[in-house]
């Protein structure tokens, strides 16, 4: 695996790429707390850890404007909070508490944050796609300039309405990118044992551009992510990009014993070699847009917001018994 670092778009400058390194630990953070909070059983049920992710979430939604959409998945925390969720609502919702995103009822697998276009992510596998292309068609027919990413996992590469969705998408040009986030598994197989042919053909077959972006570099994921939202906005259609990524962590929190699925030394591997953190660090540091000091602030900054946000939430309230029906349609 490559270590290099400097494979960034030049117009990447100090505000914004200061501004991805904080969101970056931002989600890493987060992350690390659910994960602690899931092992001291105070947060019910289970969540998928972002961790090792963090440069997707982060250079795609930093090509998008506040009013663009997104559609997320079981694994969505990251492209949450990129997308400009607040901390603390995030851990009210992940604790069941009323001031949660969905008032508590939802959990980790359904948050939705429509004042920023996060139309939501999705327990189901490949189940947000529709409702991103709808939102494309939506944007389309209204006239607005908006552009629609719907986030999956290559999991969702064997999910039937995935294809019905690109094939309409193409046909009526629809401003959408879709965004495969290959991290090598579906829960516990290699995507080689269940994906056959080539990835990146299979949206080309649609008439649509189709790429593969290193998913670790959060600079090169913004330049791509760039050019699919102008080229969505423009009028010329959707697009499709897989970005080569990993997830550090289980594939959910209680996923701790994983030798019988991928080795301990890959993933040590992608750690040292790959973490997108320490990459992008690297790359500031070493190209002089700031300092290693200013960062370390950046971190103190972070860490300190996360866990007031945590704290806020562990204190608030739970919903009303009486509630327990509203906001309910299933
Ligand atoms: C339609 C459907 N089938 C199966 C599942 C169970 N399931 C949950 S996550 C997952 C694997 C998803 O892999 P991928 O889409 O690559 O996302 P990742 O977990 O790697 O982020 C499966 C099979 C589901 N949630 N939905």
Redesign the pocket.
Known sequence: MATETEVHSPEIGRELGVRMYEQMQRIRVFEEHVDDLYRRRTMPGLA?LYIG?EAVAVGVCEALRRDDYITS???GHGHCLAKGASVERMFCELLGKEAGYCRGKGGSMHIADHVNGNLGAN?????SAGIATGAALSAKRRGTDQVAVCF??????G?GVLYEVMNMASLWTLPIVYLC???????YTH?SETTAGNLLARAEAFGMPASEVDGQNVGAVYAAAASAVEHARGGSGPTFISANTY?FRG?HVGDVDRSYYRSKDEEERWKAERDPILLHRAWIVDGGIATAEELAMVDVAVSDEVDDGLARALEAPFPEPSEVDEDVYA
């Not at 986030?181 to 579906?186: A, M």
């Open positions: 998928h992710q998945t079981h694994r327990a189901i596998v490949g189940g999956f996992g290559e999991g969702a590469l999910q986030e290959n991290n090598l598994y579906n829960e995507y997830r594939h």
